[in-house]
């Protein structure tokens, strides 16, 4: 079941920040694409890019990615990405990832968004965890799946929580309860020493003509892409969301004798709920719409405002 083909690469679309170094031409490039002047930025870019500058790189990559000061060229960007992350830049080496993904070079993309979802980058972590579901250039695994999206909507992409959704139609509550211990070791995983540099996966640039697969799913929507916003030299990780502690209890949203009902319900106040999971629960003959994790009582019942039915429970 290729369910997710659809939305996979959306993730694609969302674009990372320039990087700004202390270099004046990379640091005026920045300032040209802040006004707008996308060529003045390239052509400040370019010289120091072809010298080695990795923010400079990847700023090119990110140009040619979105079609501002050069024609839009996704294999140009994926070459820009590769020399970057080669050097380590590790904006570059999520966007590289993404890159190949796109350019159908999926087994090839795979180590590097591991690398990258492994860091707490939530597009890496959505892309690939629709990769796991869906067993596409990895082997199958929808606990890793859902606990890799589930990270990923926890820092705010929206993508990954329709996918979510998805997923909860097909995995049982074991399954779900397993990925969501698995995401809690993922973010405290994040939170440790980067990965070092001896363990970066070799880039392989995209020749002018890359062979493509044929397509085998729907086209997904176009997903517009935001501005990049520009950053410092050697910028710090975007900040995470805030950690959700289970202290062991969740929301009773209501309880059904007809599951389609629990789900609907789900679909309309989900997005009240941002960064926690839904579960479906049989109870004899009903079935109950359960909510969480939160820390204390006091938390899931301040979630519960405006909300009813809602009924913190204990596990």
Known sequence: MKLLGLIAAAGIALAAPLALAQENPVKAGVEAWERGDYKAAVDRWRSPALKGDADAQFNLGQAYKLGRGVPADLDQAEAWYGKAAAQGHEQAEASYGLALFANGRRDKAAPWLQRAAGRGD??????????????DAVPKDWVRAYALVTRSSQSGLAEASGALAQMDKYMSMQDRQAALTLARKYEQEANRAPLPGADRPPVEVASAQPPRPTPVRTPPRATPNPAPVPVRTSPAPSPAAPAIRDGGWRLQLGAFGDPGNARKLWS?????FPGRSVAYVKSGNLTKVLVGPFASRADAAGACRGVSP?????N
């Open 268 to 272: 309309q106040v989900g997005g009240r």
């Open 122 to 135: 939530p597009r890496a972590q959505y892309v690939l965890g629709t990769m796991y579901f869906n067993g």
């Open 310 to 314: 809602c009924v913190p429970v204990s």
